[in-house]
């Protein structure tokens, strides 16, 4: 039986064109495109193209782009630069939700707890989902950040961010999501559809490499610099650019993203079929949104066990997917998401999360639906 990869969330494989188009940045252009002489003024030209491309298909001005390494730094940037940014100006309350990635959350439990910072974490229905009237009423006169994911990683769902951007615009306030897990499974037409101030992209979601990201920043807004050094980036994030980085997250922003190949309906299906395949095994739930959710992913959680046992059995059987939780020295932290969601903590140390992608196929899925019972069972005895 051939292994199947059901962990499209974490990762994907880099994609052969997007690698073909990273090459000449590894080999001919490996100038610094600070350099003012010949070698490095080719690579300055090569990083203003691939700006002046990417801010093409988002439809935005290439001021407005910057390159990061990843989710994790797009996310800081956008939460500490423009909290502190805030703070300067006597602003210092900060809005989320309590289902946010990590990189979001504990950077603003970083701001609550050494920076003065005052929290607000919204309440989430039981499919974890927050409501724009919980962002209206959260918002203070000083509120200097609102910072609400596009979809969730753990469980794919979807939060109603183009009606939350437009009420924070109204009131004047910053919006920031966390679009990393959107890219490559939603449609996208341009970064404005978001109605966001600052969206977070990340490339290795879409087939391209790892430690690839970007920022989108609206003009006129500048946070403050989170890495400090040389005025690359607008001064916003000093360090050379990694051109060979910045070439594959445009390759894959062009091709995967503008014109996916990710079979949207087949997934839709292929998860929906399986919901209804685990929910009707004893003590299997599903969580997440049925209806508003990434039509690639699919979080349930098994009574009686827990995301290690289940995991590993898995992994036995060729299949790899994921859970929520972290695994640390052989004890399971339940997923933060799910119990904001209300989940129970035994359930919640009791996730797994299949999240399928551009190669998965329908005989994969009659595959795990045959072996799962078993799975299960024996992580139970
Ligand atoms: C929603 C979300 N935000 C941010 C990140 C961080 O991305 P990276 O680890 O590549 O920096 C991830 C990665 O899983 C994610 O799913």
């Known amino acids: 039986m051939n292994p199947i990869y059901w962990d499209y969330n974490a990762t994907t494989p880099l994609d052969p064109h997007v690698r073909q188009a990273m090459e000449p940045y590894l080999e001919n ?5 600070s350099s003012v002489h010949a070698v490095g003024r080719r690579a300055r030209a090569a990083l203003d193209e691939f700006r002046y491309r990417l801010a093409g298909a988002w ?7 910057i390159f990061t390494s990843g989710g994790t730094e797009s996310n800081n940037l956008a939460v500490l630069g423009t909290a502190r940014l805030g703070g300067a100006q006597g602003r210092r309350h900060l809005v989320a939700s309590p289902v946010e990635h990590h990189a979001v959350l504990h950077a603003l439990k970083h701001l609550e707890t050494h920076e003065g910072f005052t929290l607000t974490l919204l309440p989430v229905d039981h499919h974890g989902r927050i409501s724009p009237e919980a962002v209206a009423q959260a918002l203070r006169p000083n509120t200097a950040l609102v910072s609400i994911m596009a979809a969730n990683n753990e469980t794919g769902t979807l939060q109603p961010v183009a ?10 306030v910053i ?34 490499p790892k430690g690839a990201g970007a920022l989108f920043i609206r003009s006129p807004l ?18 050379t650019e990694n051109l060979t980085a910045v070439a594959g997250l445009v390759s894959a922003f062009e091709t995967l993203v503008l014109n996916p190949v990710f079979p949207t309906d087949s997934l839709r299906g292929w998860t929906e079929r399986l919901a209804q395949t685990v929910t009707s095994l004893p003590g299997v739930e599903r969580h997440g949104c049925p209806e508003n959710r990434l039509p690639n992913t699919l979080a349930f959680s098994v009574e009686g066990t827990d995301s290690i046992s289940l995991l590993a059995n898995l992994d036995l059987e060729g299949v790899y997917a994921s859970s929520g939780s972290a695994c640390t020295a052989g004890s399971v932290e339940p997923s933060h998401v799910l119990r904001a969601m209300g989940v129970p903590e035994s359930r919640a140390k009791a996730l797994v999360r299949f999240s399928l992608g551009r ?7 009659a595959q795990v639906e045959r072996l799962l019972p078993a799975v299960i069972d024996r992580c139970r005895g």
Not at 29 to 33: A, L, T
């Open 29 to 33: 252009v490996w100038g610094n495109p």
């Open 59 to 65: 439809k935005c001005r290439p001021s407005e782009v």
């Open 163 to 172: 009606e939350i951007g437009r009420l924070c615009r109204e009131r004047g």
């Open 175 to 208: 919006f920031h999501t966390d679009a990393v897990q959107a890219f490559g499974k939603l449609p996208f037409a341009r970064i404005d559809q978001f109605e966001a101030d600052l969206v977070s992209v990340c490339a290795h979601k879409f087939h391209g």
């Open 222 to 239: 500048l946070p403050h610099p989170t890495q400090h050094g040389g005025a690359q980036e607008n001064e916003r994030r000093g360090g």
């Open 359 to 365: 190669e998965s196929t329908e005989e994969e899925v």
